[in-house]
């Protein structure tokens, strides 16, 4: 799998929306782009992920550059829950379950 | 409720001592993995299952087994634990949603071998 750069960490207030970036310079045509974040003291939990078009859930908004050399995940409305590790994760889906995770992005958010 | 459970949740043993950490899921998954995290080392694949009796290794596989009997169950075995495996465990289990895989991360379990 292609390799992630996201920033060591990030700061946010709250209900102001914060941008993620993550730059995947080496992204293959068919890696599909996945987000997940870590809450203290808990497992990981699946975010969003798209291939080349932006996306949206309930939880944020994924927004691919054409080039797909880079994303940006989208938080709309911080809140102190939104306090976690954030990681940007390349897949060469779909097939097989290896997935590597980096170091990825500590937000803080400020009351 | 949807989840992924992980017993013991916390266990320190002494080196050589044969353990095993169980990991079930009530979705109905194929796919399951496990994971170490640990500090500056972020999150690591020990092995991963496709489906029962599937099983394959991850990016850190040695000083572990792993066996998928039942859907359900993917128990992760230390043979004989050393310290350098003391680490905080997780276990996921993944469904493909109909363009990629999405796991969901059991609660974790903190291992530590003296």
């Known amino acids: 799998d292609a390799k992630t750069t996201q920033p060591n960490s990030m700061e946010s207030n709250e209900e102001e929306p914060v941008h993620l970036p993550c730059n995947h310079s080496t992204i293959s045509g068919t890696d599909y782009i996945h987000w997940y974040r870590q809450l203290p003291s808990q497992g990981p939990e699946y975010v969003i992920h798209g291939l080349t078009s932006n996306v949206n859930n309930r939880m944020a908004s994924l927004a691919i550059a054409e080039d797909r050399k880079s994303s940006t995940l989208i938080l709309h409305r911080a809140t102190l829950r939104d306090a976690a590790v954030y990681y940007c994760?390349?897949?060469?889906?779909?097939?097989?379950?290896?997935?590597?995770f980096g170091p990825g992005t500590r937000l803080s958010v400020l009351p | 409720e949807a989840q992924v459970t992980q017993n013991p949740r916390y266990l320190i043993t002494v080196t050589g001592k044969k353990l095993t950490v169980t990991c079930s899921q009530n979705?109905?998954?194929?796919?399951m993995s496990w994971y170490r995290q640990d500090p500056g080392l972020g999150l690591r694949q020990i092995y991963y299952?496709?489906?029962?009796?599937?099983?394959d290794k991850g990016d850190v596989p040695e000083g572990y087994k792993v066996s998928r009997k039942e859907k359900r169950n993917f128990p992760l075995i230390l043979e004989s634990p050393s310290p350098n495996q003391t680490s905080l465990y997780f276990c996921?289990?993944?469904?493909?949603?109909?363009?990629?895989?999405?796991?969901?991360f059991g609660p974790g379990t903190r291992l530590t071998v003296t």
């Open positions: 979705m109905n998954h194929e796919y």
């Open positions: 994760i390349l897949r060469r889906d779909n097939y097989g379950q290896n997935f590597v």
């Open positions: 996921a289990s993944s469904w493909f949603s109909g363009s990629s895989y999405e796991q969901y």
């Open positions: 299952s496709m489906n029962v009796e599937v099983t």
